[in-house]
C-alpha cells in the first residue's frame, strides 16, 4: 500500500485535503526561514513538501530501508518523516560515538504523539529530572528486589516449572509458544514489581498480558507511524483507538493491584516496586514535600513500563531462540550434548553459564540475529551538536539504528546468518563483542539487562535440557522465516513448534 493510499484510506477528501495545504504553507514558511548559520547538516533524499520523505521508505520495514539509504548518503545522515526532521546512525562505530561518547548530548528521548498520551511519566517515555528520577528509583529497586541476583534466580526456577507444565500438556503435539512463555516471562517481573506471581488462568493477569502485547505490536504498525507524523490523523485510526483502549484498561487493573497493596502495605516489609513507591510517596506527603516525582501518574506508567517491557523483550527473544533451534536441529544438538555433559539431569542455575560456552553463544547469536528493537527506540538531542562534522539541531529526533550494528558487516563475519561462532574463540570459549549491543547502549540502555540475561540464560537452558524442540509435521525448517512480523520489536512469524519431551 502506498503513503498516499494509507492517508486516503483513513480521511475523508475535503478535511484531507485542507490539511494538506495547511501543512504545505507551513513547510513552505519553515524552509524559507531557515538560519544559514546552523553549519553543515547530514545528507539525505530530498525531500518532498509535505510528504518529506515517506515515498523513499518501506513502511512495512523502515529500518531495512534505512539501511539501504545508507549506501548512498553514509553513516549519518537525515530524512523527513512527513515535515519532522530525523537523523539516521548508522553501524556500530557511529552508533557508539554518539550514545557512549556523546551520551549528554543524544541522552534525551523523542516522544511521539503515540506515547505522548502517556503524559510524559514513568520511565521510558520521560525526560528531564522527571526520568532522571524515576530511572534511579526504578534501577535501584530493582536491584533491592533481586533483579540479577538469587532472588531473581529462584523466582526463575520455580517459573520454569510451571511453564514446563504448560509446554507438556500439548504432549508433543504443535502449539503457539507465544502465551505460554510469555505468561512465565511475565511472572518474573511480576513478581518484583507486585510481590506475587500469577496464575495463568487469573484473567486479570493473562488480559494484562495480552493487551500489553498487542500495543506493542499495533504501536509499531503503518497506522501508528502515519499518526506519529501526522496526529490529526487519530480519530481515524483503528490503530490509536486500540492502544487508547488498552491504556484505559490497563490504569484500571494496575489501580486496582496497587490498592490492593496499599491497604495491606508494611513499611518495614516491603513486597516489591509498587510497596517502595508507595512508601516513598506517603514520606513525601507527610514531610510536605511540593512536586514530588512519586505521584499517583508516574506509579501508573512507571509500572506499564516495567511490566511491558519485563515481557515482551525477553518472551519474544526467547521465542525466536526455540524457533531457531527447530529450525536448526544440528545447532540444537550441540547445544544439548554440552548441557547433557556438564549439567546432567539435574537445574540449571546462573553458575552454569561459564561451563557452557557454547550454549551461552547460542543465546548471544540469537539476541543478535534476532534483532529485536531494529529501530531502537528514538532519541532527541538535548542541545546543538556538531557530530562527525555535522551539524544537528536541539530537540531532532535520532534513530540509532540498532540492526546496523547487530549486522554491522565490518564487526560480524556472518551478519545475516545464524552462526553462533560469532561469539567463540578458537578453543571454544565465549568471547565479548563490542558490536553486541541488543539493549542499546548509554544513558537509556534498558535498565533490566541483567535480569533479561540471567532470564534468557535459565529458561533456554532448562528447555532444551528437557524437551526437544521440532517443526510441525510437514513443515520443514526453511518454512520458518526469519523477517519476523515488526511492531516495536521484531516478533518470530506466525509458526507452531512441538517441544517433545527428552528421555
Known amino acids: 500500500m502506498s503513503v498516499v493510499e494509507s492517508l486516503l484510506q483513513f480521511s475523508s477528501t475535503g478535511t484531507l485535503l485542507g490539511a494538506l495545504l495547511l501543512l504545505l504553507g507551513l513547510y513552505l514558511l519553515s524552509s524559507g526561514s531557515k538560519s544559514q548559520k546552523e553549519g553543515k547538516e547530514p545528507p539525505g533524499p530530498k525531500p518532498l513538501p509535505l510528504l518529506g520523505n515517506l515515498l523513499n521508505l518501506d513502511l512495512t520495514r523502515p529500518f531495512d530501508s534505512f539501511c539501504e539509504l545508507s549506501k548512498t548518503y553514509g553513516n549519518i545522515f537525515q530524512v523527513f518523516l512527513g515535515p519532522q526532521k530525523t537523523v539516521v546512525l548508522v553501524g556500530y562505530n557511529t552508533v557508539k560515538e554518539a550514545l557512549v561518547n556523546h551520551a549528554e548530548e543524544f541522552g534525551d528521548r523523542h516522544i511521539s504523539p503515540s506515547f505522548r498520551m502517556l503524559n510524559e511519566h514513568g520511565i521510558i517515555f520521560s525526560n528531564g529530572e522527571n526520568w532522571k528520577e524515576m530511572r534511579r528509583f526504578a534501577l535501584s529497586n530493582l536491584r533491592d528486589f533481586g533483579m540479577g541476583k538469587r532472588g531473581s534466580e529462584e523466582k526463575i526456577i520455580e517459573e520454569i516449572q510451571y511453564l514446563k507444565g504448560e509446554f507438556d ?160 536441529p544440528h545447532i540444537q544438538d550441540r547445544v544439548q550434548e554440552e548441557i547433557d555433559r556438564v549439567i546432567g539431569g539435574r537445574q540449571p542455575v546462573v553458575e552454569d553459564r561459564k561451563k557452557l560456552p557454547y550454549t551461552d553463544a547460542v543465546i548471544h547469536e540469537t539476541q543478535r540475529l534476532a534483532n529485536i528493537v531494529p529501530l531502537n527506540l528514538p532519541h532527541m538531542t538535548s542541545c546543538d551538536v556538531t557530530f562527525n562534522g555535522y551539524f544537528i539541531k536541539k530537540g531532532t529526533t535520532v534513530v540509532p539504528l540498532l540492526t546496523s550494528v547487530l549486522k554491522d558487516p565490518t564487526e560480524w563475519e556472518k551478519p545475516n546468518s545464524f552462526y553462533p561462532e560469532h561469539f567463540l574463540d578458537e578453543k571454544g570459549q565465549l568471547v565479548k563483542r563490542d558490536a553486541f549491543m541488543p539493549f542499546s547502549a548509554g544513558r537509556r540502555m534498558c535498565l533490566g539487562e541483567s535480569l533479561a540475561r540471567m532470564e534468557l540464560f535459565l529458561f533456554f537452558t532448562s528447555l532444551l535440557q528437557s524437551y526437544r524442540f521440532t ?21 518470530p512469524s506466525p509458526h507452531k513448534l512441538c517441544a517433545i519431551r527428552r528421555s
Open 471 to 491: 517443526t510441525a509435521p510437514g513443515v520443514s525448517g526453511d518454512e520458518l522465516d526469519l523477517k519476523g512480523v515488526v511492531g516495536i520489536t521484531l516478533n
Open 169 to 328: 500438556k500439548f504432549e508433543g503435539k504443535p502449539f503457539d509458544t507465544t502465551r505460554p512463555v510469555n505468561y512465565a516471562v511475565s511472572n518474573i517481573i511480576s513478581s518484583i514489581v507486585y510481590g506475587s506471581r500469577f496464575e495463568y488462568t487469573d484473567p486479570r493477569f493473562t488480559e494484562m498480558v495480552n493487551r500489553a502485547n498487542e500495543n506493542v505490536r499495533v504501536s509499531g504498525s503503518i497506522s501508528m507511524l502515519l499518526y506519529n507524523i501526522f496526529p490529526w490523523l487519530g480519530p481515524f485510526l483503528k490503530g490509536k483507538r486500540i492502544i487508547v483502549k488498552n491504556m484505559i484498561q490497563n490504569r484500571e487493573q494496575v489501580m486496582k493491584l496497587t490498592k490492593a497493596l496499599l491497604e495491606t502495605l508494611n513499611p518495614q516489609d516491603r513486597r516489591g516496586f509498587v510497596d517502595s513507591f508507595l512508601i516513598r510517596k506517603q514520606n513525601d506527603m507527610k514531610s510536605g514535600k511540593k512536586d514530588s516525582y512519586f505521584n499517583e501518574k508516574n506509579l501508573m506508567v512507571s509500572v506499564t513500563n516495567l511490566f511491558v517491557a519485563g515481557t515482551d523483550t525477553t518472551g519474544t527473544t526467547l521465542r525466536w531462540g526455540l524457533m531457531l533451534m527447530a529450525k536448526y
